[in-house]
């Protein structure tokens, strides 16, 4: 018999109790949040996902669950410094439509970076990362430039080690890693100069989700219609999407274009 969302909050419940936690279930969207009572700050699990993923492995997928949330919970509450950690400051892309402040109301750090983009910043803790807010920022007497200048540098020094494809005459570059910044490798301007230099034709750069980035020399007008199709799949399928619109590359500058697809490629 198929688990109800009644039932998996109960199970919940009794998963994430903590006189410090608040715990509610909102019906409508069918999710459940856990929060420090003090700072607001928490997490929202979607339900029907849970319970999927209960199906597939049973409660050890709660457990797995119980586990993340908790040291995300505890990671919320720790008091990071940006003196020393200079190397562990990366930039993140993000869409607009991103949030601009944390749970707690306290505005994130961001800059502009194209019409659908913009860039945060992000202290990495290893396992995961805190985006940095305008708080930590004043506390450690940071400026915004200095931010951006340190981040720009670890995102140059991550090693680019792009997968190549040539379909239909068009060579398309694949980055991924899989190490969080992805996607933030667009902010290497030595390497997309690089992708220029040697390009034949256009170069179209896309960030669909923040797990990848493509680059692609674009020497026929069937390789837009490709590139269109791509970047809007990998953007339905990104655990966190960017933009399904690529980005012309032309003078230090992206530009992003609407290709409508003519040519649908062959299987």
């Keep these: 018999m198929k688990m109800t969302s009644i039932k998996m909050k109960r199970k919940l419940d009794e998963l994430f109790t903590n006189e410090e936690w608040r715990v509610s279930f909102n019906?409508?969207?069918?999710?459940?949040?856990?929060?420090w009572k003090d700072t607001?700050?928490?997490?929202?699990?979607?339900?029907?996902?849970?319970?999927?993923?209960?199906?597939r492995r049973g409660d050890i997928a709660l457990e797995e669950l119980q586990f993340h949330i908790s040291e995300s919970l505890n990671m919320m509450r720790e008091e990071h410094q940006l003196e020393g950690q200079e190397k562990s400051i990366f930039p993140v892309i993000r869409a607009t439509s991103f949030p601009?402040?944390?749970?707690?109301?306290?505005?994130?750090?961001?800059?502009k970076h194209t019409?659908?983009?913009?860039?945060?910043?992000?202290?990495?803790?290893?396992?995961?990362y805190q985006l940095i807010d305008e708080k930590m920022l004043e506390e450690q007497g940071w400026s915004i430039d200095r931010l951006?200048?340190?981040?720009?540098?670890?995102?140059?020094?991550?090693?680019?080690?792009?997968r190549k494809d040539t379909v239909a005459g068009?060579?398309?570059?694949?980055?991924?890693?899989?190490?969080?910044?992805?996607?933030?490798?667009?902010?290497?301007?030595?390497?997309l100069?690089?992708?220029?230099?040697?390009?034949?034709?256009?170069?179209?750069?896309?960030?669909?989700?923040?797990?990848?980035?493509?680059v692609a020399d674009m020497k026929n007008e069937t390789g837009y219609d490709i590139m269109a199709q791509m970047t809007?799949?990998?953007?339905?399928?990104?655990?966190?999407?960017?933009?399904?619109?690529?980005?012309?590359?032309?003078?230090?500058?992206?530009?992003?274009?609407?290709?409508?697809a003519k040519n649908k490629p062959k299987e």
């Excluded at 019409?115 to 995961?128: C, F, K, P, R």
């Excluded at 619109?245 to 500058?253: A, T, V």
């Design 27 to 35: 019906r409508d969207e069918d999710t459940y949040r856990i929060e």
């Design 100 to 111: 601009k402040k944390t749970k707690a109301g306290t505005r994130l750090v961001y800059t």
């Design 40 to 55: 607001k700050q928490g997490v929202t699990i979607n339900i029907p996902n849970v319970i999927a993923k209960h199906e």
């Design 193 to 214: 100069e690089e992708m220029k230099a040697n390009a034949v034709g256009e170069v179209v750069v896309a960030v669909p989700h923040q797990d990848v980035l493509i």
């Design 115 to 128: 019409a659908e983009t913009n860039v945060y910043y992000a202290l990495d803790l290893g396992t995961t």
């Design 170 to 191: 068009n060579d398309f570059y694949f980055i991924a890693p899989q190490d969080g910044y992805d996607a933030s490798r667009i902010l290497n301007e030595a390497f």
């Design 148 to 162: 951006k200048e340190i981040s720009l540098f670890n995102i140059r020094s991550l090693p680019v080690s792009p």
């Design 232 to 260: 809007m799949k990998f953007f339905a399928e990104g655990r966190v999407p960017i933009t399904s619109l690529p980005f012309i590359y032309e003078d230090k500058h992206l530009e992003p274009i609407f290709i409508l």
